[in-house]
């Protein structure tokens, strides 16, 4: 059975730093990336990676602040935050692809940043 656990979430200051990490068990994945909900808001693309060439990608509002990177002996794929902005606030879900679009959903973890 393929699972997506996100940990590391919690509340800091603007200007932190916080590192989030998703272990997947279960099988491999091509791509796995990190999105983001804010409520009320759409769900937003933060980052992937591809597990063979690790072809980095970034949303806008991310780029320059978050890396992701990868851990293939442990299956993990981690997101690591700095300068942090109350407009982070949100909850983070890891997804996982094979194919063309992300078909395993973690349950998410949430990040609050206060100003």
């Known amino acids: 059975q393929v699972q997506l656990v996100e940990t590391g979430g919690g509340l800091v200051q603007a200007g932190d730093s916080l590192r989030l990490t998703c272990t997947v068990t279960?099988?491999?994945?091509?791509?796995m990336g990190w999105f983001r909900q804010a409520p009320g808001k759409e769900r937003e693309f933060v980052a992937s990676i591809s597990w063979g060439v690790s072809t980095r990608l970034y949303g806008d509002s991310v780029k320059g602040r978050f890396t992701i990177s990868r851990d293939s002996s442990k299956n993990t794929v981690t997101l690591q935050m700095t300068s942090l902005k109350p407009e982070d606030t949100a909850v983070y879900l890891c997804a996982a692809s094979s194919g063309s679009s992300f078909s395993h959903w973690g349950q998410g973890t949430q990040v609050t940043v206060s100003s």
């Open positions: 279960g099988r491999t994945f091509h791509n």
